[in-house]
């Protein structure tokens, strides 16, 4: 795809300043003070700007807004809040005035990093908005993670990011990942945007896991998350303050050994003291490897997704090749604990990838993997040539690490799984793909009845019916 050239924050700005039938008001709470102001300063925001309001102050917000539950002013709830109150006030006040114009009202909440930088800045911005006078609007809601180091910067960045998001509705909506790509313009390093939600008239047939993934494979986000109903979450939402099984496969398709490690691995996970009974949730994870060497990379995500969602799990998609990486991300949500499910020959793999090195790359890496709370759970399998169930404790390992190997599982770090289903362990995912894509049978055996019965029922993965 090409890329197309990029407009700076003051030509779009304009752009929308000069459309005589975009007009709305800008709704900024926090430290998101910064996007109506572009558009003032470009010049022609008479054509666009019906109000901007500031309620820097609590009470004044909860007067104007409703307090919140949780005492939360930045949540996705109060965006929300925000968005309700003003577009029911542009429809009352400006619908017979201006019949011919598309209305919308963008709104923001935002805590940018404080002076003692316990608080590291983030924010939800969102835009209701009309495609078509008089219609239903839409709503594009995003979450940011700000990165600059004070926080006047992290206000110009939102100032940034809120004009392209504006910009984006009205102009890339026929685009969906131009529309996300566009999002960072000008911000390259400075924010994350972790979280994106589409929904309306004008996007009733939309996937809205698909933004997930080009959140990712834009680099807007490592992590993005969807849950078993295909709506995007964002992680504060669901997995503040709990603990969080991680089981990563490429799911093509979906195996009773998939589910298998999940199973078993939860319930031992879920008997850690450290994991609260019911607070523990379990996470599925493809990462961008396991989706680059399709021919339709699109399609075969969404077939993954939807196989993955049938099975109500709740499903991340990233660009953690390293597992270090997700641990690095999951541990700024709070986790009480975090569990990851690996395949012991997988494991075997990460402990030698590096023995022979001399820069201590096995170590470092080692030292992220650990950290903190993380665990990992080991999933046996069968020695294809001896037929012998392999584990932690009786695999092969190079003299040279085998002391460091034994140190973790002997600190809890590292800890076989007790109870499995040896009857399954020799299926691979690979080969029930390979048996699908062939047109052979027998792979039916190889996933779950329900699994099966989608594939059959909507043709995933080049299903034509099995040959007599």
Not at 23 to 45: D, L, P
């Amino acid at each position: 795809m090409d890329t197309p050239k990029r407009i700076d924050t003051d030509q779009k700005a304009l752009t929308i300043n000069l459309d005589p039938h975009i007009y709305g008001t800008f709704a900024e709470i926090g430290a998101g003070q910064e996007v109506a102001r572009h558009f003032f300063q470009v010049g022609a925001a008479v054509g666009t700007v019906a109000k901007t309001m500031s309620a820097y102050d609590k009470v004044y917000s909860d007067e104007i807004y409703g307090r919140e539950e949780k005492g939360r002013y930045v949540c996705q709830s109060r965006l929300f809040k925000m968005l309700d109150h003003e577009y029911q006030l542009m429809e009352e006040r400006l619908t017979q005035h201006r019949p011919d114009t598309n209305f919308f009202v963008f709104a923001d909440t935002v805590a940018t990093i404080n002076y003692e930088r316990t608080i590291k800045g983030h924010g939800w911005l969102g835009l209701r908005f009309q495609l078509q006078p008089r219609q239903q609007p839409n709503d594009l809601i995003l979450h940011v993670r700000l990165f600059d180091k004070n926080a006047q910067q992290q206000q110009e960045a939102i100032g940034i990011l809120g004009v392209n998001l504006i910009y984006a509705a009205y102009f890339h909506h026929g685009d969906i990942e131009q529309l996300i790509r566009s999002l960072m313009d000008g911000l390259d390093g400075r924010l994350s945007v972790d979280m994106v939600h589409l929904t309306g008239p004008d996007f009733s047939h939309l996937d809205n896991r698909l933004l997930s993934y080009y959140l990712v494979k834009h680099g807007l986000t490592p992590v993005a998350m969807f849950g078993p109903d295909g709506h995007n979450m964002h992680p504060s939402e669901f997995l503040y303050k709990k603990s969080a099984l991680v089981v990563r496969g490429n799911f093509l398709p979906p195996t009773k050994v998939n589910m298998d490690m999940l199973r078993s691995g939860m319930r031992q996970f879920a008997s850690e003291p450290e994991v609260t009974v019911g607070e523990a949730v379990a996470l599925v994870e493809i990462t961008l490897d396991h989706l680059h060497y399709s021919t339709n990379v699109v399609k075969d995500f969404t077939d993954r997704a939807d196989l993955l969602c049938a099975l109500d799990q709740t499903v991340i998609i990233s660009n953690c090749s390293e597992r270090y990486r997700l641990i690095q991300y999951l541990s700024d949500y709070k986790l009480k604990k975090i569990g990851l499910v690996i395949g012991v020959e997988e494991l075997r793999d990460i402990f030698t990838r590096h023995n022979d090195d001399d820069d201590g790359d096995l170590l470092i890496s080692l030292g992220k993997l650990f950290r903190r709370n993380a665990k990992i759970y080991a999933y046996p399998s069968i020695d294809r040539q001896t037929n012998r169930l392999l584990n932690c404790v009786n695999m092969h390992l190079p003299e040279g690490i085998t002391f460091l190997f034994s140190h973790l599982m002997k600190k809890g770090k590292i800890e076989d799984i007790r109870q499995v289903d040896r009857d399954i362990l020799s299926i691979w995912s690979q080969v029930a793909f390979k048996k699908i894509q062939a047109n052979e049978s027998g792979w039916e055996q190889m996933v779950p009845e329900e699994i099966a019965g989608l594939i059959k029922a909507q043709g995933l993965f080049g299903y034509r019916g099995n040959a007599n």
